[in-house]
């Protein structure tokens, strides 16, 4: 099975790349269309800033490659961001995969701190991304953007409002949290999605 990890200027790449040569994979980090739309599955991960992740999609016409592919594609943090409408971000405009927008978190108390960052729970799972999950797991968040709840919306979770920790449509699958960073239940999650 061949593997494409979407290169472009994001961080945590290579650890996406390490959770799955734990799983007995080894992808191929690359920006070559051929090569992305020859792959099995694609992987669109990272961490960054919406409007200059954007425009490095743009000038590379990396954003209608991601929109025109076929197979199974999973988004990761900013790459579940981007494959949104529009993000409150630099007021970027995003690949519109998914007929949302990313929000910006905003505290209610003093006590909430923006970025999020570390383990909560995901609950409502519906997808074969979460096949054998319990009706509530942890995984690992850090971001200070949300997706609100909607039509898309796969899983969910809370921190400051309930908002989606997850999206599908089509062939295109997205997690706000990080699966390579959480664990025996995120090794399942790229697991169940290397079985679509």
């Known amino acids: 099975m061949q593997i494409s990890i979407i290169k472009y200027n994001a961080g ?14 080894e992808p191929i980090i ?14 669109f991960p990272g961490q960054g800033e919406a409007g200059c992740t954007m425009q490095y999609l743009r000038e590379r016409q990396l954003d209608t490659l991601i929109k025109e592919l076929k197979q199974p594609v999973l988004g990761i943090c900013i790459g579940m961001q981007l494959m949104c409408r529009h993000s409150d971000e630099a007021n970027t405009d995003c690949l519109g ?20 960052m570390g383990w ?3 609950e409502d799972t519906k997808s074969e991304l979460f096949a054998n999950f319990n009706k509530q ?14 039509e898309n919306t796969i899983a969910t979770t809370n921190y400051i409002q309930p908002y989606s920790a ?3 449509t089509r062939n295109f699958y997205a997690t706000q949290f990080h ?12 697991k169940n999605f290397l079985e679509i």
């Not at 945590?12 to 994979?25: E, M, P």
């Not at 995969?97 to 999020?116: E, L, T, W, Y």
């Not at 797991?137 to 909607?150: D, K, M, N, T």
């Open 30 to 43: 690359t920006d070559d269309p051929e090569i992305i739309k020859s792959s099995d599955k694609v992987i």
């Open 166 to 168: 997850a999206l599908h």
């Open 12 to 25: 945590n790449i290579c650890s996406v790349d390490n959770a799955f040569k734990r799983l007995g994979i």
């Open 97 to 116: 995969i998914f007929d949302v927008d990313v929000k910006r978190f905003v505290p209610n108390q003093h006590n909430q701190k923006v970025p999020q």
């Open 179 to 190: 699966p390579e960073k959480s664990g025996i239940i995120g090794e399942q999650i790229l």
């Open 137 to 150: 797991e942890f995984v690992y968040f850090v971001h200070s953007y949300y997706v609100p709840l909607c």
């Open 120 to 122: 909560n729970t995901i």
